[in-house]
């Protein structure tokens, strides 16, 4: 089996607040897995330091059997992107928004326009909402353009937190067909963060509780 | 070319000094007439200004007879810690260490600047005298303060408040200096908005206190105007190097070698 992600032995906290002990699992090339577990318990801590934005306490993390000291980390984010339930969209147009990481140091190739403009269309976008000021867009908008820009990265692995939480049910159903479609046939692989065991059931091959993982109160309970 | 102008001071003696009294005095009585209450404060703030100023006359007098340099060097240390201080001070977000950073910013960049412009500009030899390096150095940390306060505010905010843009930006494959550079590009030039504004209306809206003594002093006007252009250019210089200097030390302080914005703690400014 190709492993996309491994994760090994994992602590994570947040702050001096221990959340995760002992996680050890490994994504492959096209899986999702989904990740569950009271609010509070640690999955977008999770997510947020398996891209490297904040460091476990313990464990490694490997995307494709290098670690982020190995592969330098701004590469290796751009290979495992994470997507926050509310993307962060910048200042100024839909386009400028997603040209930008195309302008970064790290980046290999140019902004994939015509991939662009088909996601637009599949995630029910008009192509005018690429001149459209990121001020003015709904939060089901900015969830569906945060996704483009990762989805155009061509990434390794997503890391979604909460993905569709802001859309409507049609578009639920494509952008879930996309991932598995892009699973399919490029290999993308997701580690996916839902509230609706519904959603982790449809569009997941497996799932992990982080309730089994937890320390202090939640371990308890 | 202007012929220079033949000009003298006049000594203020005690009793001019005494009858300049008058004027807080007339501060004094429209607190009293609008029932401000500030005629404490007033006269608190007038002894201050007497004795404060009687001190640093009679420091500086001694200083400018030893024309030591290493009494001047430890003056302006000194002058660079206090600047830095009051710098921390205006700022509304605060995190540990700040002072440090603003007092090795301005003892580098003021030094520099003040060595380039007594050295090179003036010609003044030593380049340490004393009558120059003081009221130079003096002059650079009093308007880099105000630069260096408003770029760090601005950082501050920056990195605490906007996390969430910095982090997409990583999370996006940018490295941390790509990440930073917009909030560090808007300090910068917050630094150097008003050193710039100053620029545009000297002369016009304002005489500037250095040229206003020079020409007060005896000197002849066309002097005191050249000395004042070599002051202006000089602020900008140490201006924009001090906010460029504070921004990468505040960029080390909140950027790690992973590439994350580090979570440090921040406490509000009074």
Known sequence: MNLALSVENLSVSAGEKALLKGLTFGLSLGERIGLEGPSGCGKTTLLRTVCGLCDPTEGTILLHGKTAEETGWPSFRRKLVFVAQQPRLFPGTVRENLEKPFTYKHASSSMPMEFIEEMLHTFGLSAETLDADTAKLSQGEKQRIGLIRALSLEPDVLLLDEPTSALDPETVTEVEEVLRRKGEHSGLAALVVSHDPEQIRRLCNRRISLVNYATGRLADA | ?270
């Not at chain 2, 033949?6 to 005494?18: C, E, G, K, N, Q």
């Not at chain 2, 790690?256 to 979570?263: I, M, S, T, V």
């Open chain 2, 1 to 270: 070319m202007p012929e220079p102008l033949s000009t003298s001071i006049i000594h203020i003696d005690a009793l001019r000094l005494v009858l300049s009294t008058c004027l807080v005095l007339v501060a004094g009585l429209v607190s009293v007439s609008f029932r401000l209450d500030m005629e404490k404060r007033l006269a608190v703030a007038a002894v201050r200004t007497v004795v404060q100023l009687l001190l640093i006359g009679v420091l500086l007098r001694t200083i400018f007879q030893l024309d030591n340099l290493w009494v001047i060097l430890g003056l302006a240390t000194v002058m660079a810690a206090i600047a830095g201080r009051a710098a921390v001070g205006r700022l509304s977000l605060k995190t540990e260490g700040l002072q440090g950073f603003t007092f090795v910013t301005l003892i580098v960049c003021g030094l520099a600047t003040t060595l380039f412009v007594t050295k090179i500009v003036v010609g003044a030899h030593p380049w340490y005298k004393p009558q120059y390096l003081i009221p130079i150095l003096g002059m650079i940390l009093g308007n880099s303060l105000t630069g260096l306060s408003l770029c760090m505010d601005s950082l501050m905010k920056a990195f605490v408040q906007r996390r969430e843009e910095i982090e997409t930006e990583l999370a996006l494959g940018a490295t941390a200096w790509e990440a930073a550079r917009p909030a560090i590009r808007e300090a910068v030039r917050k630094g150097m908005v008003p050193i710039i504004n100053s620029m545009t209306v000297v002369g016009l809206v304002s005489i500037p206190g250095m040229m206003t003594g020079q020409i007060l002093s005896g000197t002849d006007p066309f002097e005191a105007v050249k000395y004042q252009i070599v002051v202006m250019f000089m602020l900008a210089a140490s201006v924009s190097l001090s906010s460029m200097g504070i921004s990468s030390l505040m960029f080390r302080k909140f950027f790690n070698a992973r590439h994350q914005l580090r979570d440090l703690p921040v406490r509000k400014g009074e």
